[in-house]
């Protein structure tokens, strides 16, 4: 069985910077693309980038762009979100996904329950 797993959450000043990763397993995690997503507190999840298996072409969402760079290594099966000039409205639970889908112009071909979703890592960003 196949799975994703999150790390690198944690609490950040406005401004600060922080690096996730999302190791997969048991599945051959290069021949997919891979996304991250967040969902704050009563609020819908948002994915807010995502990257295809080999070619490097990266999306996301505006509310990240500019501050957020998505990256993978495929020898060690991790796709990382490189986060940085936080704002406390980017505070939620950070979880990734993987899929055998396009990346086009947004990431909205990632739909659960297809592929692989991991369980999150929280993000606090502090005023």
């Known amino acids: 069985q196949g799975q994703l797993v999150e790390s690198g959450g944690g609490l950040v000043q406005t401004g600060g910077s922080l690096r996730l990763s999302c190791t997969a397993s048991?599945?051959?995690?290069?021949?997919?693309?891979a996304a991250w997503f967040r969902q704050a507190p009563g609020k819908e999840p948002e994915a807010i980038a995502c990257?295809?298996?080999?070619?490097?072409?990266?999306v996301y969402a505006d509310s990240v762009k500019g501050r957020f760079t998505i990256s993978r290594d495929n020898a060690k099966k991790t796709v990382y979100l490189q986060m940085g000039s936080l704002k406390p409205e980017d505070t939620g639970n950070y979880y990734c996904?993987?899929?055998?889908?396009?990346?086009?112009?947004?990431?909205?071909?990632?739909?659960?329950?297809?592929?692989?979703w991991g369980q999150g890592t929280q993000v606090t960003v502090s005023s």
């Open positions: 996904a993987a899929d055998l889908v396009a990346v086009e112009f947004k990431c909205s071909a990632f739909i659960r329950p297809s592929g692989y």
């Open positions: 048991s599945f051959s995690f290069h021949f997919y693309a």
């Open positions: 990257i295809t298996s080999n070619t490097g072409k990266t």
